[in-house]
């Protein structure tokens, strides 16, 4: 069936770097869009980022912008998303998400923690 | 950049009673892209309604999406005790592309 599995969440200190992935199963991954959404603890969805089948455009959240780094290796069905000069206020469960328009399958989520 | 605006923050009902849950847009948005979700505690987020109208696959009937323009609205006809969740809408942009998500309406047991 369709699954999309996020790995690679942790703890780290503020300015430092973390490099989520995401595997997909069960569908043709090369020709979906990918999203990265986040949800800080007891928060709302915040979008991240987004990046087009092919890796041809991405787009980040001005929240995010120059700091994260989405791409995709459509050949091994896995999605990236590298964060550099974390900040306490990127605590959040980060989810994956296939589509464009609107996020149709999602993943679990993991959890990144920025903290000293 | 497009501003959504939940309402109400927390609904109290019974389950049974009909759930009317609104989106507003601050500008025009695109029924097209326009989007439901639900999420329950500790799990991801679930597609319910797309293009405003759309039910996604696998959704009960008695979820529906209406709206145009700048006011949205998800209905849930007769609340079953697995659809007390939070509520998220969710709109793209195009220009430049980014998604827009709503503040969420948490549908509680009265």
């Known amino acids: 069936q369709v699954q999309l599995v996020e790995s690679g969440g942790g703890v780290v200190q503020p300015g430092g770097s973390l490099r989520l992935s995401c595997a997909a199963s069960g569908f043709t991954f090369s020709s979906y869009g990918m999203h990265w959404v986040r949800q800080a603890p007891g928060k709302g969805l915040e979008w991240v980022a987004f990046i087009r089948y092919d890796g041809s455009n991405k787009y980040y959240a001005d929240s995010v912008k120059g700091r994260f780094t989405i791409s995709r290796d459509n050949s091994k069905n896995t999605l990236y998303l590298q964060m550099n000069s974390l900040r306490a206020e990127d605590t959040a469960v980060y989810y994956c998400?296939?589509?464009?328009?609107?996020?149709?399958?999602w993943g679990k989520g993991t959890t990144v923690t920025v903290s000293s | 950049e497009i501003v959504l605006t939940q309402s109400p923050g927390t609904l109290s009902l019974s389950p049974g009673e009909r759930a009317t849950l609104s989106c507003r847009a601050s500008q025009s948005v695109s029924s097209s892209y326009l989007a439901w979700y639900q999420q329950k505690p500790g799990q991801a987020p679930r597609l319910l309604i797309y293009?405003?109208?759309s039910r996604a696959t696998g959704i009960p009937d008695r979820f529906s999406g209406s709206g145009s323009g700048t006011d949205f609205t998800l209905t849930i006809s007769r609340l079953e005790p697995e659809d007390f969740a939070v509520y998220y809408c969710?709109?793209?942009?195009?220009?430049?592309?980014?998604?827009?998500f709503g503040g969420g309406t948490k549908v509680e047991i009265k």
């Open positions: 998400a296939e589509g464009t328009y609107y996020m149709d399958v």
């Open positions: 969710q709109q793209y942009g195009s220009s430049p592309p980014r998604l827009t």
């Open positions: 293009g405003a109208s």
